[in-house]
């Protein structure tokens, strides 16, 4: 494990109260308790930032696929023009 370093932090009553239930019934700490704490938020936070990336990545290939399919979709109404035109041109 890396060095640890000592903190101190102020919590109000109320969660305090919450907190050493905690300890007490899962029989750790508070330092264990405050870790474990600080790992799962940073943890759940990472998700957040991980989500919004991936969704951000997809609205931008989105768009990206949509032109792509705008110049498909012009390129073949071109190609469909020229091949209907050399049908009529084979019709005379």
Not at 27 to 33: A, D, G, L, M, V
Not at 47 to 73: F, H, P, S, T
Request: aromatic share 6%; net charge negative.
């Amino acid at each position: 494990m890396a060095e640890l370093k000592k903190i101190m932090i102020s919590l109000p009553d109320n969660l305090l109260k919450e907190v050493d239930y905690i300890v007490s019934t899962e029989k750790i700490n508070r330092s264990e308790f405050v870790r474990e704490a600080m790992k799962l938020y940073i943890r759940e936070i990472r998700k957040i930032e991980m989500r919004e990336n991936m969704k951000n990545g997809y609205q931008e290939m989105a768009e990206i696929n949509i032109k792509l399919a705008e110049m498909c979709v012009e390129i073949d109404n071109e190609q469909q023009e020229k091949y209907e035109q050399q049908l009529r041109e084979l019709e005379r």
